[in-house]
């Protein structure tokens, strides 16, 4: 069980925790409201905690069982850039290595090389890219929302994507597993809107290109990312094209970062907030998240900068 929404898990806990399982608490300042809480029901029921963290010494971090720390430290910029890929890298190594002793250690060993080769691949993809997002977020800037669409393993990719558009491009972004989609908001589409496909390869890919393309064929802009080499897609407006085949598993850990990268062009401009601060410079936003997070001194250290 992986849980990052700590006050909906102390809401509607689930009621088959036991000695059994194992409950991973994501957390990147180890200070978010119902931590603690979580830790002790799950405890409590027998289960062992690990805590997804980033700083070291909270008492998210004394209170649990077992402890995956990542780099840099508090996080104090709001978007969640660094603090969402490092977490996704650390969990696929513990992933790859608790594969490794069930003896599945072919699978892993291959996982385990491609993901070695991303933090590479992606340093030398970002400035190349960086070039091209300044001008595909000139591109989309009058769109009122943005729909971000995938499939699979890309699940925490397109929700996070959204939220990207919707940070810093100050419209709606909404996440949709494809075929939701599909069958049912795609009515909901006009021609001032964007559409952002997620495809990176596998068996339903196609589908999603199909997608794509009806909606285009209805107005929408539309932005596909997608492996180097499918660049023949007439029907999307902005191609971004990922340099290296990943296994489907891996591919989140990529395929957010260019969202992220489009996002942060989208919050130079006049519409957009902050790139490090979002809407946090607005005096109505300021006051809004002192009624959100008033046991967060962190985010009212954030607000008060």
């Not at 006050?7 to 990147?28: G, M, Q």
């Not at 119902?34 to 029901?41: N, P, S, W």
């Not at 969202?259 to 601060?277: C, M, N, S, V």
Request: hydrophobic share 40%.
């Amino acid at each position: 069980m992986f849980c990052n929404a700590t006050n909906l898990f102390n809401t509607y806990p689930p009621r088959d925790i036991n000695e059994e399982t194992a409950v991973f608490i994501l957390s990147t300042s180890g200070k978010s409201e119902g931590d603690k809480k979580v830790v002790k029901f799950a405890q409590n029921h027998g289960a062992y905690t690990i805590a997804v963290t980033d700083v070291e010494g909270t008492l998210l971090a004394q209170s649990v069982d077992d402890l995956i720390l990542g780099p840099g430290g508090a996080k104090v910029e709001l978007p969640a850039t660094r603090t969402y890929t490092s977490a996704l890298f650390r969990m696929t190594q513990l992933i790859i290595n608790l594969a490794k002793k069930q003896g599945y250690t072919s699978e892993a060993e291959e996982l385990e090389k491609a993901l070695i080769e991303i933090p590479d691949m992606l340093r030398e993809f970002m400035p190349v890219y960086e070039k091209e997002a300044g001008e595909n977020a000139d591109f989309l800037k009058d769109c009122s929302a943005f729909f971000v669409v995938g499939y699979g393993p890309n699940r925490a990719t397109f929700d996070e994507g959204a939220l990207a558009f919707a940070q810093c491009a100050g419209v709606p972004g909404v996440s949709y597993e494809m075929e939701n989609f599909i069958h049912g908001p795609i009515q909901a589409l006009t021609k001032d809107m964007g559409v952002v496909g997620v495809a990176p390869g596998g068996p339903l890919q196609d589908r999603m290109l199909r997608m794509v393309m009806a909606a285009k064929t209805i107005g929408a802009k539309t932005m596909v990312l997608a492996p180097a080499g499918s660049e023949d897609m007439p029907y999307a407006d902005v191609k971004v094209m990922i340099p290296n085949q990943l296994p489907d598993l891996l591919s989140p850990i990529v395929y957010i970062v260019p969202i992220w990268q489009t996002a942060y062009q989208f919050a130079l401009l006049e519409k957009g907030g902050h790139p490090d601060r979002l809407m946090m410079d607005k005096p109505e936003f300021k006051k809004a998240f002192e009624y959100l997070m008033q046991k967060d001194k962190w985010v009212e250290k954030t607000i008060n900068v």
